[in-house]
Nanobody, 123 residues
Framework: QVRIKESGGGLVQPGGSLRLSCTVS????????IGWFRQAPGKEREGVSF????????YVDRSVKGRFTISRENGKNTVYLQMNSLKPEDTAVYYC????????????????WGQGSQVTVSS
């Protein structure tokens, strides 16, 4: 059974930084992607970034481009989302998800989801 472990959420002041981590275990296919999504209260879940675990290619949504960076730890099924220059509108529950393929912002393409990490940006 695939397991996803997230960590790294918390409370930060505007302009601050946080790093989320996501470790995926027992994923049988070598061709898969890990995506980060977020959902703010009263809003739909939206894609933030994803990375192909096959070739390391990445994509970052325009709303966070230049502030958020996705990366992976070589040799391990661990992905990081480095979030800098955080804004109050970044406040949301952030979810890590894993699915076969090259990566996408379509949630239904991801079969496995983490429990979510609360990120709150407030002074």
């Amino acid at each position: 059974q695939v397991r996803i472990k997230e960590s790294g959420g918390g409370l930060v002041q505007p302009g601050g930084s946080l790093r989320l981590s996501c470790t995926v275990s027992r994923f049988t296919s070598g061709h898969y992607a890990i995506g980060w999504f977020r959902q703010a209260p009263g809003k739909e879940r939206e894609g933030v970034s994803f990375i192909s675990m096959s070739d390391g290619s990445t994509y970052v949504d325009r709303s966070v481009k230049g502030r958020f960076t996705i990366s992976r730890e070589n040799g391990k099924n661990t992905v990081y989302l480095q979030m800098n220059s955080l804004k109050p509108e970044d406040t949301a529950v952030y979810y890590c998800a894993a699915g076969t393929g090259w990566g996408t912002f379509e949630p239904y393409e991801y079969a496995y989801w983490g429990q979510g990490s609360q990120v709150t940006v407030s002074s």
